[in-house]
């Protein structure tokens, strides 16, 4: 085991708590409006946590259908169930035989794409199944007001496609009572008048949570399976998935105006401490956290102190009663502060915080 990280010799700790994945994805089953399902987003390797293992969790609870971002995800998961896995990018050009080969679903996001996998269906004389996205606002993937009068002239489009869901995705969701979120829903609502005979998905993690009006037939959170939160004008009603800790690497004496880190952005205003944590920027920890986040040890916030660097970051400990012990560690994400706040004071939000956490870490999996 030469050279493997072990708890032992790691400079960084990530506990994924699969149970509570598992019991957020319960909650989406549940508040399912009846007759919807909830699939799971687990694009990204499950937002950063690893999905091959969020996938077996999930497939314990039973989840009907996921979703990843790109093909390459798709493949790389496919032989771990036997679900549909629909591909949320689109049908990439050059790439439909991998789709066919791997029984990938693509989410068709325009007319030529739909075209192509028809043919593709007609060639190979099987049906292909597929999703169909509609824009409904955001300008970012799938058909525009014009390309769904189109489809809706022209129904031999889909001829030989088997349309399992049609599709659209909120904008402003995690805001609420966001007005752009009510005209998304008439739009989506307009769009599959058209096709009555579709089933139709239309919930994110917040859109879920905003109204059982945008359930539909198939929820489709992301986010708040991982213990983000979905209501941020509330408390956060999910549990949290994610743990982190860094070990405390020296522990120093210091005197009023010494400086701290790179650039000596930060300046002690009396005689104190400083303890460097084994916590960098190549792990996830976002430079712009320098001199704005914080760190716990034990209850206590102690400030980051000066830039973060690749591999290090500095915090004040100056204020503490008792100061920490090299060998120790401190809490980056956990019971003080989680992925939400960490990402408020680093001016980003929580996916961009799991989706970063880095590759150094020892990850434990707990059941
Ligand atoms: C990422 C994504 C989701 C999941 O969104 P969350 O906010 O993480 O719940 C759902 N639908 C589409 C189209 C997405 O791109």
Not at 35 to 41: F, I, K, L, P, Q
Not at 270 to 289: I, P, Q, W
């Amino acid at each position: 085991m030469t050279g493997s990280i072990t708890n032992k010799s790691a400079s960084s700790w990530l506990t994924v708590d699969l149970g509570a994945l598992a019991a957020n994805y319960n909650l989406f089953k549940d508040k399912a409006a009846p007759g919807c399902r909830a699939a799971a987003v687990i694009k990204a390797d499950a937002y950063g946590l690893g999905a091959e293992k969020a996938l077996a969790a999930l497939e314990n609870r039973g989840c009907p259908f996921y979703f990843v971002a790109t093909p390459e995800e798709g493949s790389a998961l496919r032989r771990l169930t036997q679900k549909p896995l629909a591909v949320l990018s689109g049908l990439y050009k050059g790439a439909e035989s991998l789709y066919i080969h791997e029984n990938l679903i693509p989410v068709l996001n325009s007319l030529e794409e739909i075209a192509r996998w028809q043919k593709k269906a007609v060639q190979h004389q099987i049906p292909l199944r597929a999703l169909v996205h509609f824009d409904t606002g955001m300008n970012r993937l799938g058909l525009g007001v014009d390309e769904t009068a189109a489809l809706h002239a022209e129904p031999g489009i889909l001829k030989g496609l088997e349309i399992l869901y049609m599709m659209s995705h909120f904008a402003c969701a995690d805001e609420k009572d966001h007005p752009m979120t009510v005209m998304q829903y008439a739009r989506f609502m307009e769009a599959t008048a058209l096709f009555p005979a579709v089933k139709r998905s239309l919930a994110n993690s917040a859109g879920a949570f905003c109204s059982p009006t945008y359930h539909f037939d198939l929820l489709r959170p992301g986010m708040a399976l991982y213990g983000l939160n979905p209501t941020p004008w509330r408390d956060n009603p999910m549990k949290p998935v994610v743990t982190l800790r860094a070990r405390i690497l020296q522990v120093r004496a210091v005197k009023k105006g010494d400086t701290a880190g790179y650039g000596a952005s930060y300046r002690f205003e009396k005689d104190g401490y400083a303890a460097t944590v084994a916590l960098g920027y190549a792990d996830g920890f976002l430079r712009s956290l320098g001199n704005r986040g914080k760190l716990y040890y034990g209850d206590a916030a102690c400030p980051i102190a000066g830039r973060v660097s690749m591999d290090a970051v500095i915090v004040d400990t100056g204020f503490l009663e008792r100061q920490p012990v090299p060998g120790e560690s401190m809490e980056v994400i956990g019971s003080h502060q989680d992925a939400d706040s960490l990402a408020k004071d680093a001016g980003t939000i929580g996916y961009e915080i799991l989706t970063s956490l880095g590759r150094r870490y020892y990850r434990e999996y707990r059941a």
